[in-house]
């Protein structure tokens, strides 16, 4: 009786296993540089359930691939795909298909038929339309189209919709499981989401809305929201309703003001509302009691409502390139603040509450600050007479316009390539004096420097021998000098200059400084100066008698 085991391999397993039926379920031959599907996976189209073909060069699907019935999930992310098969309606078990980053235009009709189909990702691809079979995969529970081309709906929703006026919730809302939802980085400017009761996360950054569909308190489960990098004018007010969501980008639009109503979204943790056109903030805001971060910048807010003291649970607060003038003494009950960002604005001072914040991490003032706390002083206020926190960073300094001008108008390009140029060129002091030190001939011989041990033991000798200079020179020293000097000259190519009597007198002289220099440890200048001069000799030429007989030939010259 044979027994049956479940393989797991990669590329095609070996069967080493002769009395046994081989069940082959994973097969995975991604980054295998293959220009086509291998032959080899139809002999397990019984059993086969994953299969993987990630990052390869695959530009069709064969016929036969579709006959592995028993397969869940087929990844082909990373190829050279141009369309789907209609046979991919003969996968009835296909629960995850992957077709991300190739060059698919459109589904075909017939997807319909992969009922069990949960999970579809096929983001940065050119699909120009939805079919209307999608709006039958009810088990359909997250959906990629990031980075794709839709142009229009289904046909029996109508005329076909051009982009500019884009209709999604008459074929969404059937897909009553849908969760998660990518439409980023396309081109919608108008978008119609319906009543997704399951859906928890919804991503419309990067397209070209104008307005967020009122419709979307439908979404009653929904928890992040990311509408980044739009043109929305204004939030509807029945985004209060979304009383699950817990993160809402809205950052690079045109907002000018924020609803009330988005003081109902008790369960908000992260919102940013940066780089809009923002002069104030609603009163509501003060309910967002579990408001984590918080990020405003590069608005034109003047000033921040009193009531953002009761959002004591935010860590991270940024509100960089507004217009603030002062801060409400009510920041001082945002005790958990860690880091708070108000650099490029208009503040004179901080509030004395502002002392409260004892988990301060980093305040940053300026944008070229060094450190992440700077330390702060208490001092009256001139105009109130209330005591406030300052330091040296205040009052802050405003940007001036100009430095963000960046209009294609105000672009001078001959100012630009005059500047480009200097930066180009180093003048030098003396350049227009190069001609004539051309003809000059400069002859610099360099001669090594000897080793801080070196002039250590010189010093040491100097310092003995300066303390015998009465005792007579006795006979044998005077041959070992001269021919030590010879022998020097001939150890080098180039001959070192001999410095006359008068020099070596000063020699002398200068090593009897050195010594003393060194003896009380300051810094021995004036030694190493007199060494160079007297003894510019390699490290390993002049021994430790030779060199006590130069030190001691020089002192003789001096006394004589």
Not at 45 to 62: F, G, S
Not at 168 to 175: A, D, E, N, V
Not at 219 to 229: I, K, Y
């Amino acid at each position: 009786m044979t027994t049956k085991r479940k393989i797991i391999g990669r590329l095609v397993p070996c069967r080493c296993f002769r009395g046994e039926e081989e069940v082959i379920s994973v097969l995975d031959y991604s980054h295998c540089s293959l220009q086509q599907v291998p032959k080899e996976i139809f002999s397990f189209e019984r059993t086969l359930e994953e299969l993987y073909l990630d990052a390869n060069q695959i530009e069709e699907l064969p016929k036969q691939l579709f006959s592995c019935q028993a397969l869940r999930k087929l990844s082909i992310p990373d190829n050279d795909l141009s369309s789907l098969p209609t046979t991919i309606a003969s996968l009835v078990n296909l629960k995850e298909l992957d077709i991300s980053k190739n060059g698919i235009q459109e589904f075909p009709e017939n997807i319909k038929g992969c009922k069990c189909l949960s999970i579809v990702e096929a983001s940065v691809n050119p699909i120009s339309k939805l079919p209307d079979g999608f709006t039958h995969l009810l088990n359909l529970t997250q959906l990629f189209l990031n980075d794709a081309f839709l142009e229009q709906l289904p046909a029996n929703f109508g005329k076909p919709l051009r982009l500019f006026l884009l209709s999604l919730h008459r074929s969404l809302q059937k897909l009553s499981q849908l969760e998660r939802l990518d439409l980023g980085s396309n081109e919608f400017a108008e978008l119609f989401i319906g009543k997704l009761k399951h859906l928890t996360y919804l991503d419309l950054s990067k397209n070209r809305l104008e307005s967020l569909d009122m419709n979307i308190s439908g979404c009653e489960a929904l928890e992040d929201l990311l509408l980044s990098s739009n043109m929305l004018q204004q939030l509807p007010d029945s985004i209060g309703m979304l009383k699950k969501l817990t993160t809402l980008k809205v950052d690079e639009n045109q907002l000018t003001s924020l609803p009330n109503t988005i003081g109902s979204l008790s369960l908000l943790e992260e919102f940013d509302c940066s780089s809009n056109e923002l002069q104030s903030l609603p009163p509501a805001i003060g309910y967002l009691h579990n408001l984590r971060t918080f990020a405003a910048d590069e608005n034109f807010l003047l000033d921040l409502p009193r009531e953002i003291g009761s959002c004591k649970n935010v860590t991270v607060m940024s509100l960089r390139s507004n217009k603030l003038e002062f801060l409400p003494e009510e920041i001082g009950q945002m005790t958990k603040l860690r880091v708070l960002n108000l650099s490029d604005n208009r503040l004179k001072n901080l509030p004395l509450t502002f002392a409260k914040l004892k988990d301060l991490a980093a305040l940053w003032l300026s944008d070229n600050q060094s450190k992440a706390l700077i330390p702060l002083q208490s001092e009256a206020n001139p105009e109130t007479k209330q005591r406030v926190l300052t330091n040296y960073m205040f009052p802050q300094q405003p940007r001036h316009d100009e430095e963000y001008q960046s209009d294609s108008d105000s672009f001078n390009l001959a100012l630009w390539e005059e500047e480009r140029q200097k930066r180009m060129t180093v003048a030098f002091e003396f350049e227009d004096k190069k001609d004539e030190e051309d003809s000059v001939e400069i002859n610099l011989k360099r001669y090594p420097t000897p080793y801080p041990e070196d002039m250590k033991n010189m010093a040491k000798s100097a310092q003995t021998l300066v303390g015998h200079a009465g005792h007579a020179l006795g006979p044998e020293i005077r041959p070992a000098v001269m021919p030590m000097e010879h022998h020097a000259k001939e150890q080098y190519e180039h001959g070192w200059p001999m410095a006359p009597k008068e020099a070596v007198v000063d020699m002398a002289a200068q090593l009897e400084v050195a010594a003393k220099v060194l003896k009380t440890g300051r810094e021995p200048t004036s030694y190493n100066l007199a060494v160079r001069v007297a003894f510019p000799c390699r490290r390993d030429s002049v021994s430790k008698g030779q060199l006590s007989c130069w030190v001691f030939q020089a002192h003789l010259y001096r006394v004589c």
